[in-house]
């Protein structure tokens, strides 16, 4: 009877709505943990976008398709990272409200995530984010707007209490990758969609220039000119996009002013690599004073400030701008003797003065007042030919990334091809030492890595009222591991002018040594029993 009644209703056969909400849940359990291969994980993403707008209807999937998407986005290998980001990106401009603020926040809160570290392996990781999120605010200008204000806002609280308090942990806050990533991120954000003055982001370019401007006045000492190069070059892009003056020069003129570079330099230990200005906030007193250091400030230097005054090399106004800034480059080149220094510093005096002969030519045959500001913003538009300025900054800028790509070629040849030498190097000397000495010494690696002497670093805070960032201190502990005389292992903060010392007061006797001690002390005491019986 059971069996009569089931056959005689009619049963519908399940449709695509029925089935589809039961295979989303499957396909994001293959996704979270199940795939492993890259080239497949990338595959399902890129046919699940196909069918993202069916998740409407179900705000938990979404929102855990949000986050597993998010997930790959900042850890997975190269395919699957293009294909998460397109998968939000489409869950942004398909699903309802607030798919697309979720979308902001998941992103950026990904990129705040992975840039706490920077590195050589990291940072095209980190451009392509940088880039993605860049894509993502231009979808709605209103949403973006008012995420953006909340992450200009917080880092804008960080400037304060660090200008505020004057410590060591705020400066921290301040002056890590993080921070400066963020700064460099909105500065991408503002010139690829606050080009026009009617746009939502427009008013955002003020508050983001004096937060750049202020992170690179915050300690000005040597030692962070990696980081206040990083935030002129932000700058330069963002006064490039938008028409805003940004006045930068006076940052840069403060880096020739430095005193180190008129003493002679002090040359590195054997073996240390030189660091990298682009992957670097902060170098150490011993890297500072070293001469490729300093050559590479001064030739970014004179490349950014190139920059500056070829963006306005057009402007009717740029007699007047450049004025100051070629007195002090002229009294550069007459205070150093250096002449890798004066040269590039003599090519940019050159041409900023031909440049301001040529607008005073064009400015002496104009006609209207300065009052008429619609034709003093149209001033030399209509110039087909490149400035003086123009002409010289892109020699300059091809020269310097020829630079860059040689200096990357070198290190790829010192990491792979001088390992073994170093060893050899060091046998040597160590045999060198026991032959001398007929000793044999206690081995103990160290590395004479950038940041050694953490005690000469802190000194430079002793003219300013705030500490430096971040620098533990490191005398207590040698001091503790002298009196404790732990010997052998890895010295934390050896290297530079004081292993030798360090190295000489943990060497030990050899076993020889002892032998012929106690050679001589058996001596003596036979010594002693002969003179005994022959008194008896």
Known sequence: MIYLQLHSQQLTPPTFFTLFPLQLPSI???????????????????????????????????????????????????????????????????????????????????????????????????DFMAACLVEL???????????????????????????????????????????????????????????????????????????????????????????RLRCIRALNRLSTATGVFVPVAPLLLDIFQWTDLAKSPKHPPAGAQQPDLLLQLRVSKNNARSPAYQEDIIMTTVDLLGEHLSQWSRHI????????????????????????????????????????????????????????????????????????????????????????????????????????????SRKEEQQSITNNNNKKNVSVDSDSDSDINEDEDDSELDDFEGDLLPVPGSSKINKEKKKSGEVGGRLLDGGGEDEDDEIGEYQLSDDEDEDEDEDEGDGMVKGVGNRKRAKR
């Not at 290998?77 to 603020?101: C, F, G, K, N, Y």
């Open 317 to 424: 106004s740029f007699p007047e701008l450049s004025h100051l800034t070629v007195v002090s480059l002229r009294r550069f080149t007459k205070v150093n003797q250096v002449d890798k220094f004066r040269k590039p510093v003599r090519g940019l005096i050159d041409a900023t003065e031909r440049n301001i002969a040529f607008v005073g030519r064009a400015r002496d045959q104009v006609e209207f007042s300065p009052k008429d500001l619609s034709e003093v913003a149209a001033f030399l538009e209509d110039e087909e030919k490149p400035t003086p300025l123009e002409k010289y900054y892109e020699l300059a800028h091809e020269a310097a990334k020829e630079r860059q790509k040689l200096r990357m070629v070198d290190e790829v040849s010192i990491s792979l091809g001088n390992e073994n030498g170093v060893k050899r």
């Open 137 to 227: 605010h231009g979808l709605d200008a209103a949403a973006s707007y008012a995420h953006a204000f909340g992450a200009i806002r917080h880092l804008a609280q960080l400037l304060r209490s660090a200008l505020t308090a004057k410590t060591k942990d705020a400066y921290r806050l301040v002056y890590c990758w993080q921070t400066v990533s963020a700064l460099e991120l909105w500065a991408k954000v503002l010139a690829a969609h606050a080009t026009e003055k009617n746009s939502d982001l427009r008013p955002l370019v003020y508050p983001v220039a004096q937060l750049l401007l202020g992170t690179a006045r915050l300690l000005p000492t040597p030692s962070y000119f990696p980081l």
């Open 28 to 126: 994001l359990s293959i996704i979270t943990g199940a795939m492993t291969e890259s080239t497949m994980l990338a595959f399902i993403l890129r046919r699940v976008r196909t069918s993202i707008v069916f998740l409407a209807p179900y705000g938990k999937l979404q929102r855990k398709y949000l986050k597993q998407a998010l997930d790959l986005f900042g850890s997975a290998d190269a395919p699957p990272r293009v294909q998460s980001i397109l998968l939000v990106r489409s869950m942004a401009l398909s699903l309802p409200p607030p798919a697309l603020d979720n979308a902001l926040k998941g992103a950026y809160k990904a990129f705040m995530s992975n840039s706490k570290f920077v590195s050589a392996n990291s940072a095209a990781a980190l």
